[in-house]
């Protein structure tokens, strides 16, 4: 019989498991219903990426926006609750750590109905941050748990999770490769007016640093010192730059907005190192053999920092840490989140 999966994505990083989801399911007689609660909203936070990754409409727009945490939450639970109950699906499929993937669990969850976790055991400090909150607890509702590396695995183990865990490899693999012919970086580095190796890029947007202002004046300082030696493109994420703004907290070099993901790993291709607090960012990196800054006490990602590949600094060591990604990292690994497969790995375990 063919089984119906209601997929729920929200935020940028989800758009793009999805896309390679959705090219993998293609060959398979399984029905996919797609919800997007509209928890990134502006075009090119979200509809770009529909475009870009040649996506298919989403099925349902919740269009539920920002807000508190509890509030957006909450409001897309009960939204999703009623897809669930008019579509009755045989099992929600849910990515990553944001709050859409808190809520679709939940939702999912109260249902009785099945849930697949793409992105599972992934761990963190501060456990209080919400990527970390939503992780655990869909970690705990869910049937599939489809890890890309063994430390994953290994986390959910020491939770005493252990039944229905499959380590697949990362899926942002896949797509990155599929989409790997269409990157052109001459086109964007003209763009910017940019030289090869000569420029870094940059991306700040989590909680922990955007929230107080001093904690972001000290990346931007950062990134000003940095940008004495290299050119800095630095795509300002929303909640960033609101703060920017309300603080008189400047840079000494022009800042752009949120950019596409064609745009976003072309111009990695020819960077010098990347600066960054964003969960899937300091993976593209490492597929793009280039070295990462990760400005976070913690990282889910600890495979790269532990082969020595990616740096963690906080707001006052992103230079020295800087220093430190630009020198060549030696024996790391090309595997170290599986070969590009995992959609397909993912979409098979379902359909048994
Ligand atoms: C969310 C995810 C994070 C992921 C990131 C990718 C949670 C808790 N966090 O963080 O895991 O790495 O997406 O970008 O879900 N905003 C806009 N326009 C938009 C979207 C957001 O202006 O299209 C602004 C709003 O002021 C909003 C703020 O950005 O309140 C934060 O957005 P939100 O979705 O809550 O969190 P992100 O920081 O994007």
């Not at 400005?295 to 740096?311: I, S």
Request: glycine content about 6%; hydrophobic content about 40%; proline content about 5%.
């Amino acid at each position: 019989m063919t089984k119906k999966i209601l997929s729920i994505v929200g935020a940028r990083p989800q758009f793009i498991k999805e896309a390679a989801l959705q090219k993998a399911l293609q060959d398979t007689d399984m029905q996919e219903v797609l919800v997007h609660s509209g928890q990134h909203y502006d075009l090119n936070m979200s509809d770009i990426f529909f475009s870009t990754l040649q996506m298919r409409t989403p099925d349902y727009f919740l269009n539920i926006g920002s807000g508190r945490h509890g509030e957006i939450t909450g409001k897309m639970m009960g939204a999703v609750e009623e897809i669930m109950l008019k579509e009755r699906p045989d099992l929600v499929l849910v990515y990553g750590d944001t709050n859409t993937t808190l809520a679709g669990a939940l939702a999912a969850v109260k249902l009785k109905l099945p849930i697949a976790h793409v992105e599972a055991g992934i761990r963190q400090e501060p456990k209080d941050m919400p990527e970390e909150i939503n992780r655990v607890l869909t970690d705990r509702t869910s049937n599939w748990l489809f890890c890309v590396s063994d430390l994953a695995k290994n986390n959910l183990a020491a939770e005493g999770i252990t039944k229905g865990v499959f380590v697949t490899g990362d899926i942002m693999l896949d797509i990155y490769q599929l989409m790997q012919p269409q990157l052109t970086p001459e086109i964007y580095m003209q763009k910017y007016d940019l030289q090869p190796g000569r420029f870094v890029i940059a991306t700040i947007h989590r909680d922990f640093n955007t929230d107080h202002p001093a904690v972001l004046k000290k990346i931007v300082d950062g990134l000003n010192e940095i940008s004495k030696d290299f050119q800095v493109v630095f795509p300002v994420h929303p909640r960033t730059a609101k703060v920017m703004a309300e603080h008189g907290i400047q840079t000494l070099f022009p800042c752009i907005p949120p950019i596409d993901y064609l745009e976003l790993q072309s111009l990695t291709l020819a960077a010098k190192a990347v600066i960054t607090d964003s969960g899937g960012y300091q993976k593209e990196a490492y597929f793009a053999n280039k070295r990462a800054v990760v400005v976070m006490p913690d990282t889910g990602w600890r495979e790269l920092v532990q082969a020595g590949w990616n740096v963690l600094a906080t707001p006052d060591s992103i230079t020295s840490a800087f220093e430190e990604v630009l020198r060549p990292a030696i024996n790391v690994p090309s595997d170290i989140y599986g070969t590009g497969a995992t959609a397909r790995e993912i979409v098979r375990t379902l359909s048994l």
